[in-house]
């Protein structure tokens, strides 16, 4: 499978000249690259710094401030400090900065278990960091999966996870779960074969394989 150009800012001028049209001969050409041996350290290494990881961006981090005040939406605080309203109006003085305490209590906990939930899905997606296997310089090697540069020769087999959208050049019984694509619950077969005609659906296009798509059976 050779990683397309598409992800990096290089797309087809019109859909019939879309990857899946273009023959495994004609996309290796197209990035340079013998499926054989695979891209040279440093031409990937050229191309990472050029085109940065194959990851989707992350989220900004919402300030502190605005997911402390995001604690007041609950229905409890919003009693609470209704309450301390009035008895500030009443001059209840005691029981309005006691609420008030209470309310600030409440924030800090909800902030303090959004932290620990927070730093505990950053410790398991650490963990669980997706990698694949390239071809590179003629040896196959295992990298981390936002290190795949435009025209890596990606392989994969059955247990994978696809590592980027790509062109597949090489397929052995492949077949690849795109249920959160297309809704299908079989998966799809895939070959090398070049398709014709208009753009077609991202199920339709069976010899193009799409990031985060576990494969199921086979090779490519």
Request: proline share 5%; hydrophobic share 45%; net charge negative.
């Amino acid at each position: 499978m050779t990683v397309r150009a598409e992800s990096a800012g290089e797309r087809p001028r019109a859909p019939g000249d879309g990857w899946y049209g273009r023959a495994p001969e004609a996309v290796a050409a197209a990035f340079d690259v013998d499926p054989a041996v695979g891209l040279s350290a440093a031409r990937a290494a050229e191309l990472l710094a050029a085109h940065g990881p194959n990851a989707l961006p992350e989220e900004k981090r919402t300030p502190t401030w605005r997911r402390f005040l995001a604690q007041y939406r609950s229905y409890m605080q919003i009693v609470l400090l209704a309450a301390a309203v009035v008895s500030l109006l009443i001059r209840e003085w005691t029981t309005a900065i006691l609420l008030i305490v209470l309310t600030l209590l409440n924030a800090v906990v909800g902030l303090r278990q959004e932290g620990k939930a927070e730093s505990a899905m950053n410790a398991l997606q650490s963990m669980m960091k997706a990698t694949a296997r390239v071809r590179r310089d003629g040896t196959e090697a295992e990298i981390p999966a936002e290190q795949l540069v435009v025209g890596d020769i990606v392989l994969i087999a059955a247990g994978d996870q696809v590592g980027a959208d790509g062109r597949i050049i090489e397929a052995s019984a492949l077949q690849i779960d795109e249920s959160a694509l297309t809704g299908e619950s079989v998966p799809a077969g895939k070959d090398s074969g070049t398709l014709t005609g208009a753009l077609p659906a991202p199920g339709d296009q069976t010899n193009m394989a799409f990031m985060n798509t576990p494969v199921t059976h086979g090779s490519g």
